[in-house]
C-alpha cells in the first residue's frame, strides 16, 4: 500500500467528478510524481493505467495454498485408511483411490480460498481501523462520492511543491495530511 | 439360612442370587456409552467351585405346558439364569424348544409376578394361610371327611402331586379334586392318549392338527418330520404331508399338499376318506384329491399315518382311528398309552362337575391351584361368579389374576425355576424340576400346599425334602446315584407309560351344524397358548406364524371371505351367537378357510398383569362351551376399525419370489436350475481377495427352507440370547421390530402355499452397509463377520438403507430405560446392552464364537467350527438352521450349502452373503392338482 | 470532528486477531493433550480401599502368588476378587480383632461381600478376557505394573483403546513364558536382543495372533 | 444480452476482469446522485417499517418452534421422529437436500454470473450470497441433529483420538461434511470479502458515532485506495473461480450419498447432474421470492429493473427444462434395464404406490407450472413469478422427499416393505427451519448493506459514460 509508510505526512485534494479526478492523477503523473495515492467510491479502471501497478501476487499464492490442501486432503485419507488401522469394508481396498478424490478436491478449494481471503487482506495491511486519512474531516465522502488523491510529502518530486500542484488542479479543497506513525 | 443349606448340597450352589444382583447387573453392561461410573466388586462370601463368576453354568430341568413337560437345559450366569435352550437327552425336546419354553425364563423375572400371600385385602405370611389349611383347622369347616373342600388343579403329570394328592384325601376322603386346561378339555382326564411316530410314518394326513408347533409333544415331532426330508441329494427320499385344516398352521405351512376347509367339513372329508382307504378306487362323492390321498395311504400300508387334531371331539377321532386300522398304521405309526397325567391313583373329576358342586352350594373351600379358570373358561359358564360365592375360595397361582381377584385369599406360586419337582413328558418320561435360584418372592410350590392340606406339615415343608422322600421311595437300588444322575442327564430311568387299547367311542354320523353362513373356530395361540403366558413381552412380541401379528389376536378370515363382509385388516367385525358375543379386528389370510373365522384363545386379560392387560379380545367370551372347537356364528362388520401390529405387511412376494421353490419331481429333473443365480458385479475397484482361511475359521450358516416351518423358535431364542429389547405394539406398528431374526412369510399368490424365511444378517463378503458407514461402526472381521460396533456408531442409520435384507435394526429410544431390577438380571452378561441412538443387527452370536475360540486357545488347541451353536440353531426344532467354518467341507453347514438347491438371497446384487438358503422342496403328489 | 478510531487502535485490531486464532487453536489442541493426561485415563490415581490390604506386604514380602487370590485369571474373563473366606484362611481369629479387618469380620457375620473399589475399570462394551491373556503368555505386570510395589493398587496403564491396540498390533514385545506369568519385574530383567528371539519363540509356541476386528473386544 | 468470453476479458492481465463488457441500459434506470443512490441503497440500516417488524415476529415464532423440535428431538430420540426400518432417513435428509440446493443459486448468481461478466448480477448477488449463507446454516444444523448420537458427530472428522480409529473414507457422509464445510467457508469469505467496501461506506455514511464505530470494525479500515481496489477485484475473481466449481461439486457430493447405495431410485448414475441443476433450480425460486417484496418495500424497481426478473424467470424455465429432462431419462433407464426392483420403483411405485399424490404434485409444480415462463409478460409479472416461485419450492421439497422415501419403503424384499408417517416434530423441523431462515434473512436486510453499493456505482458510471466503450476491456 502506497499510503501505508508517510513519514512527514501528506497532501491530499478531493474531487467530486469521476472525469476530473482522472484527469487530474493523470498530470500528477505526467509531472512526474511517483508516491501517490488516490481513494475512491468505487474501482475506477482508469487510475490502474496512470498509477503503473506491478500485476498482483495472490493468483500465485492461492495456486500454492490449493496444491498444499489438495496433497494434505489426500494424505491424511490414505494415512487414516490405508496405514494408520486398515480395515476390511465391505471388501474394498483399503487404499480406495475414487473415493479419496473427492475430499482431496474438497480440500483443495478450501484451503485455496481461504489463502485467498487472507492473502487479500494481508496484502492490504488490514485490519488498519487509523489511518492519518481518517484525521480528515469530510473524508467519509470517499466512500460515498467524492474521489481523493495524496500526495507523500517526501515525493521526490513535489515535497512542499505539491500544494501548490495539487491546488493548480483545482480540487475541492487540499488539506494537509498528518504523519503515519 | 447359611448354615441351613450344607443339608442340601444340590441345592446350595444357585442360592445366593439376590445378594449378587448388583454384580450381575453390573456385569451385564447396561450402559453401552463410554461414561463410567465408579464401580463396586462384590466377590463371594464364602468361596463355591461350581459358581465361578464369568463363566456361565447349566442345569437340567423341566417345564410343563398343560401338565406334559419338556425337558430344558438352563443357562446361568453368576446364580441367575438367563438362557434356556432344549435338552438333547429329553423325548420332548430333542435338543430343541419352543418359543414358550424359550421365554419362560422372562416370567420367572416377570415384575407384575404375585409377590406376597394375602387374605382377604390383608397381606400375611403364607405360614398364616397354612396355619388355616391344617386338617384339624379345615375340617371345622368343611366336615369331618372333608366333603366341602374341593381342589381346582391345572393339568400335572407329577408324581409326587399325586402322592401328595393321594395324601390329601386321606385326609379329608370326600374332598374332590378336579383337573382343567382350556386346551385340554375334558381330555386332561382321559385315561388314555394317543401317542404318534412321526420318523417311521412315509405319508402323513394332519387333520385339523398343528401337530408340529402347537401340540403336545410337537418338537419331538418336528424333528422326527424333518429328519425324512433333509434331501441331502436330490434322489433321496422324502416323506409327505397332507393337510386338512381350516387355518392356516405352521403344519401347513410344512404340508406337501394343504387343503383348506370348513370346520364342519372335517368330518365329511374323514368320512370319505375312510370310505375310500376301505373301498379302494370304489366310486365315492369325494373329490379327487380325496381318492388320490387314499392310495398314497394305502400304497404305504404300515408306514403312512393319519393324525386328528385332539381338539376334536373324540366320536370324529375315532373316524381318523378306523382309517389308521385300515391302513395299517396302528401299533406302528400310532398308538394308544395311558395319560402320563395324573389320575391313576387319585380320582381327577371335570371341571363340569365342580361347577355344578358349585351351583349346588356344596362348596365351602375351593382351592384353584394354577391355571386361571375365572378367565380360562368359557364366560357362560359363570364361573367367575359361582366362585366368588364359595364361603372360602383360595388360589395359588402366578399372578394377582382373574381367579386370584374372586378368591378370597391368594398365595404366590413359585416359577418352575424356583423350585423342586417332577413331570412327564407326554410319553410318561419322568423328568426332574430342578431350580436355578432360590423364589425372587415368599411363594412356594404346589406340593407344599398338598402337605399341608394333608397335614404330613405345617406349611413349614419344602418340595425338596418332598420330593426327595417320595423319590426314596420309589426308587428301587441305589437313589442316590439314580437322582445325582437324573439331575445331570435331565431324565430318570422309569419306564414310559405303557400301551393300552383304542377308547371305544363311536364315530358321529351327523354333521355338528349343516348349512350355516360362517363358522368360528377356536384355537390354542401358538405363542401364549391358553392365555397363561400373556405377559410375556417376548411371546406377545413374536410375530406370529403365518399372520406376523404381534401383541393381539384377530379374527382370521378368507380374501374370498373378505370381500364378501367387506372388511380388511384391522377392520372391527362382531362375531355374535345367541347372547355371546366378540368384536375384534379382522385380519385377512390367505390359504384360510372360506366364510370361517378363526379365534385365538389368551387374550383381552384383565388381570393384573401390565403387559397383557387389553391386549387382544378375549375369546373365552364367546366360547360356547369347554372342548367347543368350532361353531356357528354370525358375522357383521361393526364399521370401526383399529391398527393391527402387523410385523410385515406384504403377504406375497410380489412377484418376486425371494424364495426358490421347486417340487421334488422338478428338483430331480434338473436340480441346478433350482439353486443359486449367479451373482458377479462389476466393480471399479479390484476384485476382492478371498478370505484368508488359513489364520482364521471363516463362518457362514445355512438354513433349510424345506424344513423351516416358521414357528418362531429362533426368533425367541435369539432374543433371549442377545438382550434384544421388547419395544411394545405401538413401535411395532411404526416398523420398528427390533427382533434380529425375523421369519418372513410368502403367501403363494393363490394362497395354497406359504413359505418360510428367516432373515437375518446375511454377513455378506461384500457388505453394503459397511461402505456407507463414516465411521466404520461396521465393518468386516477377518473371520468373515459383519460387525457392528455399538459403541462406535453414531446413528446415521445409512447403513440400513443400503442393506437390501433390511436386516438392522435401530434403537429409537432407550428401549432399556424403564426396566425392573429383576428385568435386567435377564440380561446376557455376554453382550452388550445397546444404547439410545446405535444401530444393531444379528452378530452370529459372535460372543459364543470368541468364547469359543478362547477355551480353545486356553486349552492350546484350534478352534473348529463345530465349538460353536448359535441360539437360533440351537432352539430350531427341526435343525433347518446349520452353523459352521467354510474352511470344514465335512462338516453338516458345508455338506448341506453345497447342495445344487443352495442359494443366496438376492445374490443378483453380488454381496455375496455367507447365509446360504436351501430352496424349498414340496413333494408333490403328482396325482394331485387342486390343492386349495 | 477526530477519526472514528485512535492511532493504537490498529495494533489492537491485529492483536485481536492474533488472539482468535490462538485461542481457538489451542483450546482444541489443549483438550486432544489433555485426555492422554492421568487425569483423564484415572491413571495412578491413589483408590482408597475398605480394608488397606497391603500388596507389597503380599506379593511381595510374603511372596503370595497373584493365583492364589486372584484364583479364577486362569479359567475366566475375570482374575476373580478373593471372597471373603480366603482372608480368613491365613488370618486367624485373633489377627480378625484388630480394626482394619472391621469390614471383613461384618462380612462374615453379615455374610455380604466386602465392597472392594474398582481400580482397573474398562466401559460395560469392552470383554476382557484374562484367561486367554495369560494363556497367550501375557504377565499380570504387562497390565497392572508392578503390584507389589504399591501400598494401595492404581491403574498402571492408560486402558485407552489405542493403548490395547499397540499390543493387539505387535504382543510379541509383551510375550514372556507362562512359568513367569505372575513374575514381577521380569521385563525389565529380560531385554537382551537374545530374550527377543526368544520372544518370537514363544509367539510361534503359544500360538499368538494379532487380533483387530472390532469383535475381539467389543460383543 | 451481450457477454465477452473470459479469453478476451483476461488479456494479459493475469486474472480475468470483473468489469463487464458495454451493457444495455435496462439494467439500471438511477436518475440520481450517488449520494441519492447510496441514500436510499442503506436507507434500512437507520430502522425499517412496522411490515418488517411483524415478519420479524413471525419469523421469531418460527424459530422458536424450529428449537423446541430439536430440543425434543436430542431429549427423546430419533424415535420422536416418523423414521423407521426400512425408512431410516426421512424429513431430516430431505430438509437437509433441499436447503442445500437452494444455497446453490447464491453461488451461481455472485460467482459464475461473475466470471461470465454478466453485468445485471451486481445489484442481486448479495442477497443472493447472503440466501447461500443462511441455507447452508440450516441444511448443515441437519445431517447432525439426524444422527442417532448426535454428542459423538465430531468422530466424523479425522482427528488424532485415544481410541486410534478413524473416520472411514469411502462412506459418502465424509464426503458430505467435507463439501458442505468447505461450501459454507468459501461462500462466507467471498460474501464477507465483497461486503468490506460497502460496510466502509456504511461506516462513513451512517450518524451515530456508536454504529459507525461498529461498522468501522468490520470494515477492517477500508478506505478505497487503488491498490485496495485492484487486489480486492483479483481476490473476488479468484474466489468467484474457486466458488464456482462447487456449485456443480457439491450437489454432485450430495447426491452421493444417494446414489453410492444401491437402492432402486437411488443407484443411478444420473444423479449428480440432475441434482445440481435441481438446486440451482430451487435456489432461483428462492432468490425470486426474496427480491421480488425487497424490490418493493425498498422502492428499488431502478436497480432491480424487469431486466433482471425477465432473465430469472428465463433461466428458471431453462433449469425446469433441464430438470424435466432428468425425470424422463430416469424413468426411461428404469424401463431399459428390465430390473423388476427399478422398474417397480420409477414406473410404479412413484407414480402409482403409496404418494402417488406427492409425485404429481411435484410435477405439476417443477414441470408444468413454469411452462408460464415462455411468456414475457409472465417473466416480468411480480405476482406469476412470486406464485411460480413458491410452486417450485413446494415441487423440489417434495422431489427429494419421494427419491428418499418412496425409494427406502419399497425396497428388495417385500417382508420388509413399511410405509413412512411423519410426526408433528418433522414438521416442527421443517417449517421451524424455514422460520430460522426468515429469521436470519431479515436481520441481514436491516443490518448489512444487501445490495452491493460499490459495484452498482461502478456499474452505473459504466453506463453514463462514452456508452461504456472502453469499460472492462483490459489495460495496458
Known amino acids: ?181 | 439360612m447359611h448354615a441351613h443349606d450344607h443339608d442340601h448340597p444340590p441345592e446350595l450352589n444357585r442360592r445366593d442370587f439376590l445378594r449378587l444382583a448388583g454384580a450381575s447387573v453390573a456385569l451385564a453392561g447396561l450402559d453401552g456409552c463410554s461414561r463410567m461410573p465408579a464401580e463396586h466388586i462384590l466377590p463371594y462370601v464364602d468361596s463355591r467351585p461350581e459358581l465361578t463368576p464369568g463363566i456361565g453354568s447349566y442345569y437340567a430341568t423341566a417345564m410343563s405346558v398343560d401338565g406334559y413337560a419338556t425337558g430344558l437345559i438352563v443357562e446361568s450366569h453368576e446364580g441367575r439364569p438367563t438362557k434356556i435352550e432344549g435338552n438333547p437327552a429329553h423325548p420332548a425336546s430333542l435338543g430343541a424348544a419352543g418359543p414358550i419354553e424359550l421365554a419362560s425364563v422372562l416370567q420367572l423375572y416377570d415384575p407384575d409376578r404375585g409377590k406376597s400371600a394375602r387374605v382377604g385385602s390383608e397381606q400375611v405370611q403364607w405360614e398364616r394361610v397354612a396355619a388355616n389349611l391344617a386338617p384339624a383347622a379345615l375340617r371345622s369347616r368343611v366336615g369331618g371327611r372333608g366333603s366341602g373342600l374341593h381342589l381346582l388343579i391345572e393339568p400335572t403329570s407329577s408324581l409326587l402331586d399325586e402322592e401328595l394328592l393321594a395324601s390329601v384325601l386321606t385326609a379329608h376322603p370326600d374332598a374332590r379334586i378336579y383337573m382343567y386346561s382350556p386346551m385340554l378339555g375334558d381330555g386332561a382326564t382321559d385315561a388314555a392318549v394317543q401317542q404318534y411316530d412321526i420318523a417311521n410314518a412315509d405319508v402323513i394326513v394332519a387333520i385339523d392338527s398343528d401337530f408340529l408347533s402347537t401340540a403336545p409333544f410337537h418338537l419331538r415331532y418336528a424333528r422326527q418330520f424333518a429328519d425324512n426330508r433333509r434331501l441331502a441329494r436330490p434322489t433321496d427320499a422324502m416323506n409327505r404331508l397332507y393337510v386338512v385344516e381350516s387355518t392356516f398352521s405352521s403344519t401347513g405351512s410344512a404340508a406337501d399338499h394343504r387343503f383348506a376347509v370348513r370346520p364342519r367339513e372335517v368330518t365329511t372329508v374323514l368320512r370319505w376318506l375312510l370310505t375310500s382307504v376301505i373301498n379302494g378306487d370304489a366310486k365315492t362323492e369325494a373329490p379327487a384329491w380325496i381318492a388320490a390321498i387314499a392310495r398314497d395311504l394305502r400304497a404305504h400300508q404300515g408306514r403312512s399315518l393319519v393324525i386328528v387334531g385332539d381338539a376334536q371331539p373324540a366320536s370324529i377321532r375315532a373316524l381318523g382311528d378306523a382309517i389308521n386300522d385300515a391302513i395299517g398304521a396302528s401299533g406302528k405309526t400310532t398308538w394308544y398309552t395311558t395319560s402320563p397325567l395324573v389320575g391313576h391313583h387319585v380320582p381327577v373329576h371335570k371341571l363340569a362337575d365342580l361347577v355344578g358342586a358349585m351351583d349346588a352350594r356344596e362348596v365351602d373351600t375351593l382351592i384353584v391351584i394354577g391355571g386361571n379358570p375365572s378367565y380360562a373358561t368359557p364366560r357362560a359358564l359363570g364361573f367367575s361368579s359361582l366362585m366368588r360365592a364359595v364361603p372360602n375360595s383360595g388360589y395359588l397361582g402366578l399372578y394377582e389374576n382373574e381367579t386370584a381377584r374372586d378368591a378370597r385369599w391368594f398365595v404366590p406360586m413359585s416359577h418352575y425355576l424356583e423350585r423342586w419337582g417332577d413331570a412327564r413328558a407326554y410319553d410318561g418320561t419322568v423328568s426332574i424340576v430342578q431350580p436355578l435360584v432360590n423364589p425372587l418372592y415368599r411363594s412356594i410350590a404346589p406340593p407344599e400346599l398338598y402337605a399341608t392340606l394333608a397335614g404330613t406339615s405345617n406349611g413349614g415343608a419344602r418340595s425338596y425334602d418332598l420330593l426327595r422322600a417320595s423319590w426314596t421311595r420309589r426308587t428301587s437300588g441305589d437313589a442316590e446315584t439314580a437322582w445325582s444322575d437324573a439331575l445331570q442327564r435331565g431324565v430318570t430311568a422309569d419306564a414310559p407309560m405303557s400301551r393300552v387299547a383304542a377308547p371305544t367311542t363311536f364315530p358321529s354320523d351327523t354333521n355338528p351344524f349343516e348349512g350355516t353362513a360362517f363358522e368360528v373356530i377356536y384355537l390354542a395361540d401358538p405363542k401364549i397358548h391358553d392365555g397363561s403366558f400373556a405377559n410375556n413381552g417376548w411371546l406377545q412380541e413374536l410375530p406370529a406364524p403365518l399372520t406376523q401379528l404381534t401383541w393381539g389376536n384377530a379374527g382370521l378370515i378368507s380374501p374370498a371371505t373378505a370381500h364378501r363382509l367387506n372388511v380388511s385388516d384391522g377392520d372391527i367385525i362382531k362375531l355374535s351367537s345367541g347372547q355371546r358375543a366378540l368384536e375384534l379386528p379382522a385380519l385377512v389370510v390367505p390359504g384360510h378357510a372360506d366364510d370361517t373365522v378363526s379365534v385365538h384363545f389368551g387374550y383381552g386379560r384383565t388381570g393384573s398383569e401390565s403387559a397383557a392387560r387389553d391386549v387382544g379380545a378375549d375369546a373365552y367370551a364367546l366360547w360356547p362351551a369347554v372342548g367347543a372347537r368350532s361353531e356357528a356364528i354370525t358375522v357383521t362388520r361393526t364399521g370401526a376399525a383399529q391398527a393391527l401390529a402387523l410385523a410385515q405387511t406384504q403377504s406375497t412376494g410380489a412377484g418376486r419370489d425371494p424364495v426358490h421353490r421347486a417340487t421334488l419331481d422338478a428338483y430331480r429333473a434338473s436340480p441346478s436350475s433350482v439353486g443359486q443365480r449367479s451373482g458377479r458385479v462389476l466393480s471399479l475397484y479390484p476384485e476382492a481377495k478371498p478370505p484368508d482361511s488359513n489364520t482364521a475359521l471363516q463362518w457362514a450358516m445355512t438354513i433349510d427352507l424345506t424344513t423351516c416351518i416358521g414357528c418362531g423358535a429362533c426368533v425367541v431364542g435369539c432374543q433371549s440370547e442377545n438382550n434384544i429389547p421388547v419395544i411394545g405394539a405401538s413401535e411395532v406398528r411404526n416398523g420398528r421390530s427390533m427382533q434380529w431374526m425375523h421369519v418372513e412369510r410368502y403367501f403363494a399368490d393363490n394362497g395354497a402355499d406359504a413359505a418360510m424365511q428367516p432373515m437375518l444378517c446375511q454377513h455378506c463378503e461384500n457388505a453394503p452397509c459397511e461402505y456407507v458407514c463414516p465411521v466404520g461402526a461396521t465393518v468386516h472381521s477377518s473371520d468373515g463377520l459383519n460387525e457392528m460396533v455399538y459403541n462406535r456408531c453414531v446413528g446415521t442409520r445409512f447403513c440400513s438403507n443400503n442393506c437390501p435384507y433390511k436386516v438392522r435394526h435401530f434403537n429409537w429410544f432407550d428401549y432399556n430405560k424403564h426396566l425392573s431390577e429383576t428385568e435386567l438380571m435377564v440380561k446376557n452378561p455376554n453382550v452388550t446392552v445397546r444404547e439410545r441412538g446405535v444401530m444393531e443387527k444379528c452378530t452370529f452370536c459372535v460372543q459364543r464364537i470368541r468364547e469359543a475360540e478362547i477355551a480353545a486357545g486356553r486349552d492350546g488347541r484350534a478352534p473348529r467350527g463345530t465349538d460353536v451353536q448359535t441360539a437360533c440353531q440351537q432352539a430350531c426344532p427341526t435343525n433347518a438352521i446349520v452353523f459352521g467354518s467354510l474352511t470344514e467341507p465335512s462338516s453338516e453347514m458345508m455338506r448341506r450349502r453345497n447342495q445344487p438347491r443352495s442359494f443366496a438371497a438376492l445374490a443378483e446384487l453380488g454381496t455375496e452373503p455367507r447365509v446360504r438358503y436351501l430352496a424349498r422342496i414340496r413333494n408333490a403328489n403328482p396325482e394331485i392338482h387342486d390343492s386349495r | 470532528m477526530p477519526a472514528l478510531f485512535p492511532r493504537w487502535s490498529n495494533t489492537v485490531a491485529r492483536g485481536s486477531l492474533l488472539a482468535i486464532v490462538v485461542i481457538v487453536c489451542g483450546v482444541i489442541l489443549g483438550l486432544m493433550l489433555w485426555v492422554r493426561t492421568s487425569y483423564a485415563t484415572g491413571q495412578h490415581a491413589s483408590i482408597a480401599q475398605p480394608v488397606p490390604f497391603d500388596h507389597r506386604i503380599h506379593a511381595h514380602a510374603l511372596q503370595i502368588d497373584c493365583r492364589y487370590c486372584h484364583a479364577t485369571v486362569e479359567q475366566t474373563a475375570s482374575a476373580g476378587v478373593p471372597p471373603t473366606a480366603a482372608c480368613v484362611g491365613c488370618h486367624n481369629s485373633v489377627w480378625l480383632q484388630s480394626a482394619p479387618f472391621a469390614p471383613v469380620r461384618a462380612s462374615l457375620s453379615s455374610l455380604r461381600p466386602i465392597a472392594w473399589q474398582r481400580v482397573n475399570a474398562l466401559p460395560d462394551f469392552v470383554f476382557f478376557d484374562h484367561s486367554i491373556h495369560v494363556a497367550k503368555g501375557v504377565g499380570c505386570e504387562t497390565c497392572h505394573g508392578r503390584v507389589d510395589r504399591m501400598a494401595r493398587v492404581e491403574q498402571a496403564a492408560p486402558l485407552s483403546m489405542g493403548w490395547c491396540l499397540s499390543c493387539h498390533r505387535n504382543p510379541t514385545p509383551n510375550l514372556r513364558p507362562r512359568s513367569e506369568i505372575v513374575a514381577m519385574g521380569w521385563d525389565a530383567a529380560h531385554t537382551s536382543p537374545a530374550d527377543d528371539s526368544a520372544r518370537i519363540r514363544l509367539q510361534h509356541e503359544y500360538g499368538v495372533r494379532s487380533l483387530t476386528s472390532c469383535t475381539t473386544c467389543h460383543r | 444480452m451481450t457477454t465477452v468470453p473470459l479469453r478476451r476479458a483476461r488479456g494479459d492481465n493475469p486474472v480475468p476482469t470483473a468489469f463487464p463488457a458495454p451493457p444495455d441500459a435496462s439494467v439500471l434506470r438511477f436518475d440520481g446522485s450517488d449520494r441519492a443512490l447510496t441514500d436510499q441503497l442503506l436507507a434500512p440500516l437507520r430502522g425499517t417499517g412496522v411490515v418488517w417488524w411483524v415478519l420479524f415476529a413471525v419469523s421469531a415464532a418460527g424459530t422458536a418452534v424450529f428449537a423446541f423440535s430439536c430440543w425434543w428431538t436430542v431429549a427423546k430420540g430419533i424415535g420422536a421422529w416418523g423414521n423407521n426400518i426400512p425408512v431410516a432417513w426421512a424429513f431430516a435428509i430431505t430438509n437437509f437436500v433441499w436447503w442445500i440446493g437452494i444455497g446453490h443459486a447464491g453461488t451461481f448468481i455472485s460467482a459464475f454470473l461473475l466470471l461470465l461478466n454478466q453485468h445485471w448480477r451486481a445489484s442481486i448477488n448479495r442477497v443472493a450470497e447472503a440466501m447461500t449463507i443462511f441455507a447452508l446454516m440450516n441444511a448443515g444444523l441437519f445431517p447432525i441433529l439426524h444422527l442417532g448420537r448426535p454428542w459423538f458427530f465430531y468422530w466424523l472428522i479425522p482427528y488424532p483420538a485415544t481410541m486410534g480409529v478413524w473416520p472411514n473414507f469411502k462412506s459418502a457422509l465424509p464426503w458430505d461434511i467435507a463439501a458442505v464445510t468447505t461450501y459454507l467457508t468459501v461462500s462466507l469469505l467471498f460474501w464477507y470479502a465483497g461486503l468490506v467496501p460497502d460496510l466502509a461506506t456504511a461506516r462513513d455514511w451512517l450518524d451515530s458515532r456508536l454504529a459507525r464505530r461498529i461498522y468501522g470494525i468490520f470494515a477492517l479500515g477500508w478506505r478505497g485506495t487503488s491498490t485496495a481496489w485492484r487486489q480486492h477485484r483479483v481476490a473476488m475473481v479468484l474466489l468467484a473461480a474457486l466458488a464456482t466449481p462447487l456449485v456443480v461439486s457439491v450437489h454432485s457430493v450430495v447426491s452421493l450419498d444417494f446414489a453410492i447405495a444401491q437402492l432402486p431410485g437411488w443407484h443411478s448414475t444420473i444423479f449428480p447432474p440432475y441434482f445440481v441443476v435441481g438446486a440451482i433450480y430451487s435456489g432461483f425460486a428462492m432468490v425470486l421470492l426474496l427480491i421480488l417484496p425487497l424490490r418493493h418495500a425498498y422502492r428499488l424497481e431502478q436497480v432491480i429493473t424487469e431486466r433482471h426478473l425477465d432473465a430469472m424467470a428465463k433461466l428458471t424455465l431453462t433449469m425446469a427444462l433441464m430438470l424435466t429432462y432428468a425425470y424422463v431419462v430416469e424413468s426411461f433407464v428404469a424401463w431399459y434395464t428390465h430390473d423388476i426392483p427399478e422398474r417397480f420403483t420409477y414406473l410404479f411405485e412413484r407414480p402409482f404406490g403409496t404418494y402417488a399424490v406427492l409425485f404429481w404434485i411435484m410435477i405439476t409444480c417443477n414441470v408444468v407450472v413454469p411452462q408460464v415462463f415462455w411468456w414475457k409478460r409472465n417473466r416480468t409479472s411480480v405476482g406469476v413469478l412470486l406464485a411460480a416461485s413458491g410452486a417450485i419450492l413446494v415441487g423440489m421439497w417434495l422431489e427429494r422427499f419421494i427419491i428418499i422415501v418412496t425409494s427406502l419403503h419399497r425396497d428388495f424384499l417385500p417382508a420388509s416393505w413399511h410405509i413412512y408417517r411423519p410426526t408433528w416434530v418433522d414438521f416442527g423441523l421443517l417449517f421451524g427451519s424455514v422460520g430460522f431462515f426468515g429469521f436470519l434473512f431479515l436481520l441481514f436486510v436491516r443490518f448489512v448493506p444487501f445490495i452491493a453499493i460499490s459495484e452498482v456505482k461502478r456499474l452505473r458510471h459504466d453506463l453514463g459514460e462514452n456508452g461504456g466503450r472502453e469499460i472492462g476491456l483490459p489495460h495496458a
Request: aromatic share 14%; with cysteine; hydrophobic share 45%.
Open chain 1, 1 to 181: 500500500m502506497r499510503d501505508s509508510r508517510w513519514p512527514e505526512g501528506a497532501y491530499a485534494a478531493e474531487f467530486a467528478d469521476e472525469r476530473h479526478f482522472v484527469g487530474a492523477l493523470a498530470m500528477l503523473r505526467d509531472q512526474g510524481y511517483t508516491r501517490l495515492e488516490t481513494y475512491t467510491p468505487y474501482p475506477v479502471p482508469r487510475i490502474e493505467s496512470a498509477l503503473r501497478d506491478p500485476p498482483s501476487v495472490l493468483p500465485g499464492l492461492v495456486f500454492l495454498g490449493g496444491l498444499c490442501g489438495g496433497l494434505f486432503s489426500y494424505w491424511v485419507q490414505w494415512y487414516t485408511n490405508a496405514v494408520s488401522y486398515p480395515l476390511n469394508i465391505g471388501g474394498r481396498p483399503a487404499h480406495a483411490v475414487p473415493a479419496f478424490f473427492i475430499p482431496t478436491f474438497e480440500g483443495t478449494v478450501l484451503s485455496a480460498a481461504v489463502v485467498a481471503f487472507v492473502g487479500l487482506f494481508a496484502l492490504l495491511r488490514l485490519p488498519k481501523p487509523w489511518h492519518p486519512m481518517f484525521e480528515i474531516d469530510g473524508f467519509e465522502r470517499a466512500s460515498i462520492d467524492h474521489f481523493w488523491i495524496a500526495v507523500d510529502a517526501t515525493d521526490p518530486r513535489g515535497g512542499t511543491l505539491s500544494q501548490q500542484t495539487l491546488e493548480s488542479l483545482d480540487p475541492l479543497r487540499v488539506v494537509r495530511v498528518p504523519a503515519t506513525s
